[in-house]
């Protein structure tokens, strides 16, 4: 079951890479989380690769003319997906700029299209505050499995800020399937008892103990002790 | 990149996946039914496809949007 789950949340990150229907892709599900993740990784670099002259262009253009006109034409031209691509190539200053001028929702989508190996300078240019707002937005259209490819590489004020606002479900669904694992202890070290509580509760009432457990294998002792007294409280 | 004969994709099932991707995918996926993976394969060159028009077809939309004065730059920058 547990890499069932993941293996599902793999096939869904792939179909988005490839902007097709992850019920395309459903009999990939039989192959194993990693050797999918490894396939993603190949898609997006093939995508990356085969156009690259183009994205190139394209970055150098954002880099050309004035950042609002940057964040317009991304935007308005581009749209996430080819945004994101395109982000990759471009210097981690003039992102700041053209991020902060664009609006919650189109970052919210550039950000689950982001391939963290080649845009995690992307990622570190959106302030903590409004990743938080992006996070949020994300945690409203459910897209857990996306966010768990990014935000193992946010920033630590970036990750405090996102952890801040999502949701119980959020944290157990995105915490199970983080792409980064070995952060999941400082990221649990940094909730509340109360919102740890509502994680913990959220398991047992929607028998989600599996997602709560896969957590729980990558905390250290002091952590696991405080699921665990939660747990049986 | 040349398409693999049909004689040899019945001897390597991953060989159409390796053309489409340029590299060779996870042995892994070998357990796949042969519709599965030239599904997945399809999937690929249409991403593939896809991009290349959506990426055309902003150049466009960029160089309407753009205001005059910035039109000549960014038609340089964008088609070389």
Redesign the interface.
């Given at each position: 079951m547990s890499a069932a789950l993941h293996s599902s949340a793999e096939v869904e990150k792939l179909a988005r890479c490839l902007a097709t229907d992850p019920e395309r892709l459903a009999a990939l599900e039989a192959c194993p989380p990693r050797a999918l993740r490894k396939l993603r990784h190949q898609v997006g670099d093939h995508l990356l690769d085969a156009d690259r002259r183009a994205f190139a262009r394209a970055a150098a253009a954002a880099s050309s003319v004035p950042a609002a006109l940057a964040a317009k034409l991304a935007e308005k031209a581009l749209g996430p997906l080819l945004t994101a691509r395109v982000a990759s190539l471009v210097d981690e200053d003039r992102i700041m700029g053209i991020v902060k001028r664009l609006p919650d929702v189109f970052l919210a989508e550039v950000a689950v299209e982001l391939d963290p190996r080649h845009a995690r300078h992307v990622l570190l240019s959106i302030p903590p505050d409004r990743m938080a707002d992006i996070a949020a937005e994300l945690d409203r259209r459910g897209e857990h499995v996306a966010m768990s490819g990014f935000v193992a590489y946010l920033t630590p004020d970036a990750l405090t800020a996102v952890v801040s606002v999502l949701s119980a479900d959020a944290l157990l669904r995105v915490g199970y399937l983080l792409e980064a694992p070995e952060r999941l202890d400082g990221i649990v070290a940094g909730l509340s008892d109360e919102s740890l509580t509502e994680v913990v509760e959220l398991a047992a009432a929607e028998d989600r103990q599996e997602e709560l457990a896969g957590i729980c294998s990558h905390l250290k002792a002091r952590q696991r002790r405080r699921v665990e007294a939660v747990a049986i409280a | 990149m040349k398409r693999q004969s049909a004689p040899a994709r019945l001897q390597d099932p991953l060989a159409g996946l390796t053309e489409?991707?340029?590299?060779r995918?996870?042995?892994?996926?070998a357990?796949?039914?042969r519709e599965?993976l030239e599904?997945?394969e399809l999937?690929?060159r249409?991403?593939?496809a896809?991009?290349?028009s959506?990426?055309d077809s902003?150049?466009e939309?960029?160089l309407r949007?753009?205001?005059r004065p910035?039109k000549p730059?960014?038609r340089k920058?964008?088609?070389?």
């Open positions: - | 489409a991707l340029g590299s995918p996870p042995k892994a996926l357990v796949l039914p599965a599904d997945l999937a690929v249409d991403a593939r896809r991009q290349a959506e990426l902003s150049v939309t960029s949007l753009a205001p910035l730059l960014l920058v964008l088609t070389g």
